[in-house]
C-alpha cells in the first residue's frame, strides 16, 4: 500500500501565526513518530504515539507544541505563535508497533516562519 | 545524553570501490540498530537494520554490529554514483521507541 504521507509539503507562515502539520501513516501501523531536522543539524525526536497515546513527549522543545492522534491513524501537530528557530522540515514516521521497530520517514513538510 | 557518533566527513570513494562508515553508541543497552539514506531535499530511506552481534548482509549492503565496542557499520561494496547520500545511522535504546540519530555523513561516489 502507500507510504507514509504528510501535509502540506510547504508551509510558509509569519511568526506570531499557528500552524497545523498532518501525518498519515502507513495503513495498519500502530506507533507513529514526529522528528525535525534543522539546516546543519541532526534529525531531532519530538514524540512518540503507540495508538492514540503519547507514551513520550520528551522532545517537544517547548509548550507552543502539540500533538495528537485520533483514531489511531492520522496525527497533527500544532506549533503555536511560530518563531523563525521553529523553522526546520518536520518528519513523519510510522511503525508496525511492537512487534517491528522500523521506521518508514514520510516526505516531510518544510516550515520557513518569516 | 545518549549519544551516537559519525565519522565526520565528507567520504569520497571511486566508483567501484567499498565504502565504510562508522558510528558508535554510548547507550549499552540500545537494542536495535539502523541505516537511512538520505538524497538532499528528501527524507531518509532504510536501507538496513540489524538487531545481532555480527554481520547482516543485503545485495551491495552489510551491516556489523558489535555490542561490546558499541559500534555499528556499513559497508558498500561496488559503489555506485547513485549511492551519493547522506547516510545516517539510528539507534533504539532499551526501554524507548524513539530513533536516536548521528549528524550522518555525506558520501560521494566518483564516476
Known amino acids: 500500500g502507500a507510504g507514509v504521507s504528510q501535509s502540506p509539503s510547504n508551509k510558509v507562515t509569519e511568526k506570531g501565526k499557528d500552524v497545523e502539520l498532518r501525518c498519515d501513516p502507513i495503513?495498519?501501523?500502530?506507533?507513529l513518530y514526529w522528528y525535525r531536522q534543522s539546516l546543519g543539524q541532526g534529525l531531532e525526536f519530538l514524540i512518540y504515539?503507540?495508538?492514540?497515546?503519547?507514551?513520550?513527549k520528551s522532545g517537544l522543545p517547548s509548550d507552543r507544541f502539540s500533538a495528537e492522534r485520533t483514531g489511531g491513524s492520522v496525527s497533527t501537530l500544532t506549533i503555536q505563535r511560530t518563531q523563525q528557530e521553529d523553522s526546520a522540515v518536520y518528519l513523519c514516521?510510522?511503525?508496525?508497533?511492537?512487534?517491528?521497530?522500523?521506521?518508514?520517514f514520510g516526505p516531510g513538510t518544510r516550515l520557513t516562519v518569516l | 545524553q545518549k549519544e551516537v557518533e559519525q565519522n565526520s566527513g565528507p567520504l569520497s570513494v571511486p566508483e567501484g570501490a567499498i565504502a565504510s562508515l562508522n558510528c558508535t553508541y554510548s547507550?549499552?543497552?540500545?537494542?536495535?540498530f539502523f541505516w537511512y539514506r538520505q538524497y538532499s531535499g528528501k527524507s531518509p530511506e532504510l536501507i538496513m537494520f540489524?538487531?545481532?552481534?555480527g554481520d547482516k548482509e543485503d545485495g551491495r549492503f552489510t551491516a556489523q554490529l558489535n555490542k561490546a565496542s558499541q559500534y555499528v557499520s556499513l559497508l558498500i561494496r561496488d559503489s555506485q554514483p547513485s549511492d551519493s547520500a547522506t547516510y545516517l545511522c539510528?539507534?533504539?535504546?532499551?526501554?524507548?521507541?524513539?530513533?536516536?540519530f548521528g549528524k550522518g555523513i555525506t558520501l560521494s561516489v566518483r564516476p
Open positions: 514516521a510510522s511503525s508496525p508497533g511492537l512487534a517491528s521497530r522500523t521506521q518508514y
Open positions: 495503513s495498519g501501523h500502530t506507533a
Open positions: 504515539f503507540q495508538g492514540n497515546s503519547a507514551p513520550d
Open positions: 547507550d549499552r543497552g540500545s537494542q536495535s
Open positions: 540489524i538487531y545481532s552481534n
Open positions: 539510528a539507534v533504539i535504546g532499551g526501554a524507548n521507541s524513539k530513533l536516536t
